[in-house]
């Protein structure tokens, strides 16, 4: 059971969950999307809560590892398209503020040196689609519901269109964003979007188990590896391989 609760916003509760009641046991910290009647979608307050309570848990030295989730039936429904109102050519700042917001969200958790699994259970779509698949490992319900429809709303799915191409081949990612094709957890699966598929009440406990799984390991070892996985992933060859050269001599001071 989780050990310490913190609601920081009404939109995003925040919790630490200890594999055995402890702080010392190594420390998981849950982010739950809090607006259930909304499906989660997210507005610009909950966008920026979640980002700050992701640097929060990076800079946070007892937490090992971060679930995030959703509240209610759904995941994430994506974006508010009650605030597309205010987000019109007539308010270029506001517009502009959102956009990098929105961005610097969806490739943050990758960015962390803090491992992040997202527990994603019925709806994850848009830009909630883009925030399940931004997390390093991915946990879904046989109920899950993956896709991008924005096209369908007259809306181009630009800040998450990057996230998906670089997930997916290019023919079953420009079929999904054209024409909103939805993926079942089962497809998910087999192309690679989702590391687990079980039963929608058992999302949670399983991402908790991975998460737990990396907080009992040299949280140094397990950074620099996270780290380094990225940075080969958009290098060259050999300059990817004097990367991990490097970080090869460096582990050898993360025993003993």
């Known amino acids: 059971m989780p050990n310490h609760t913190q609601q920081t916003d009404a939109v995003l509760l925040v919790t630490d969950h200890a594999a055995d009641g402890t702080a010392d046991a190594g420390t998981v910290r849950v982010l739950t999307l809090n607006r259930p009647d909304k499906r989660n979608a997210l507005n610009t307050k909950l966008t920026r809560a979640l980002s700050e309570a992701l640097t929060e848990a990076e800079r946070d ?26 987000l019109t050519p007539d308010n270029p700042d506001v517009v502009l503020e959102r956009a990098e917001l929105t961005a610097r969200l969806q490739t943050q958790m990758q960015r962390m040196g803090t491992p992040v699994v997202s527990a994603v259970h019925g709806a994850a779509v848009g830009g909630g689609a883009g925030l399940a698949i931004g997390a390093d490992m991915v946990v879904a319900g046989t109920d899950l519901e993956f896709g991008y429809p924005e096209v369908r709303h007259s809306i181009v799915p630009a800040l998450v269109m990057t996230g998906l191409q670089r997930h997916l081949g290019r023919k079953l990612a420009f079929e999904m964003i054209s024409t909103g094709r939805m993926l079942t957890a089962v497809e998910a699966a087999e192309h690679g979007l989702v590391n687990r598929v079980v039963e929608p009440a058992e999302v949670l406990p399983a991402a908790l188990e991975i998460a737990h799984g990396w907080a009992a390991v040299e949280p140094r070892a397990l950074r620099a590896a996270k780290e380094l996985f990225y940075r080969v992933a958009d290098l060259p060859t050999d300059a990817a391989m004097r990367a991990g050269q490097d970080v090869n001599a460096l582990m050898r001071g993360f025993r003993g």
């Open 61 to 86: 030295a007892a937490v090992r590892a971060v679930v995030l989730t959703g509240n209610g039936r759904g995941f994430c429904a994506g974006a508010d398209l009650n605030e597309f109102c205010t």
